[in-house]
């Protein structure tokens, strides 16, 4: 048998007991996992969000001269611009003809502000289903027939009724007209606004982001400017904003024919665009 250094005999290794191996705690099992588990990736960086880009004038009309699309739903925003200033101007002269007291015309604005914001709310719930189903045309025709139908019947009054000398002809219009400017703010955010958003949904990035900011120029600011100035001049040539109602009456009447066709032109290239784009999603 086997001896140690001093002698003893030595059991042989298979009759020695083995001890079990030490099982490894979490804190030592940790690393390991860790080295076995990859990092992850990181996120990938966001894309940041084009600016829409400030245009000059020229560069405006540029922008939309090489577009027919563009140029049309800048028609639209233009036409309603000249259409709001065109008969807005002329009520708020009819109101104040009925109350010359400024308390009580201030009190009347007040009112009228309210009837806005409400009207505006219940037509926002109704009209914007309109679009979805009588199709985009049906809601970008409303805002240009709501406003002519009954700015016709406004201009009327002041025309032949004698507001000038009637005090029922006065109440009517200013009736009348007072129905008419709230539902033209209402009917603006409830189917204008929308409408016209989806217009660009065909158009590529580069062409809503450079198209939006030379309608913002042109059409919104042109609109309203220019709306006024031909009234100045109106003014200065008949003596009074009544005094040219009739004119007036008929600038407006071809700024809302002049609309309702480029309500027509561009629904017909809307169709075709997302056409074109629903057959580009299938091919891909």
């Not at 000249?82 to 708020?92: C, D, G, Q, R, V």
């Not at 400024?102 to 009209?127: C, E, H, I, N």
Request: glycine share 10%.
């Amino acid at each position: 048998p086997a001896v140690d250094a001093s002698g003893q005999p030595v059991a042989p290794l298979a009759d020695q007991p083995v001890a079990p191996p030490p099982i490894p705690g979490p804190d030592a099992l940790a690393p390991a996992q860790a080295e076995s588990t990859p990092a992850p990736a990181p996120a990938p960086a966001p894309t940041p969000k084009k600016k829409k880009p400030k245009l000059t004038m020229m560069q405006s009309l540029a922008v939309l001269a090489r577009s027919e699309y563009l140029g049309l739903i800048c028609a639209l925003v233009l036409s309603y611009g000249l259409a709001i200033e065109f008969t807005e101007i002329m009520w708020k002269a009819v109101v104040k003809m009925a109350m010359p007291e400024k308390r009580d015309y201030m009190s009347f604005m007040g009112q009228y502000s309210t009837a806005v914001g409400v009207t505006t709310f219940l037509m926002t719930l109704v009209g914007g289903r309109i679009p979805k189903i009588l199709g985009w045309k049906a809601g970008a025709l409303a805002t240009p027939l709501v406003i002519g139908s009954l700015s016709w019947v406004f201009y009327a009054y002041i025309t032949f009724g004698g507001v000038q000398h009637s005090q029922r002809a006065l109440k009517m219009a200013v009736i009348v007209g007072t129905v008419q400017n709230v539902l033209s703010k209402a009917v603006k955010y409830a189917l204008f606004d929308p409408t016209k958003e989806m217009a660009y949904i065909p158009l590529d990035e580069d062409s809503k982001l450079k198209g939006k900011a030379a309608i913002d120029v042109l059409g919104a600011r042109l609109g309203k400017s220019g709306g006024a100035l031909i009234q100045q001049g109106i003014v200065v040539f008949t003596g009074s904003i009544l005094g040219g109602a009739p004119l007036i009456a008929a600038l407006f009447s071809g700024v809302i024919f002049g609309w309702v066709t480029s309500v027509n032109k561009l629904n017909t290239l809307f169709q075709a665009k997302l056409r074109e784009q629903g057959r580009s999603e299938d091919s891909a």
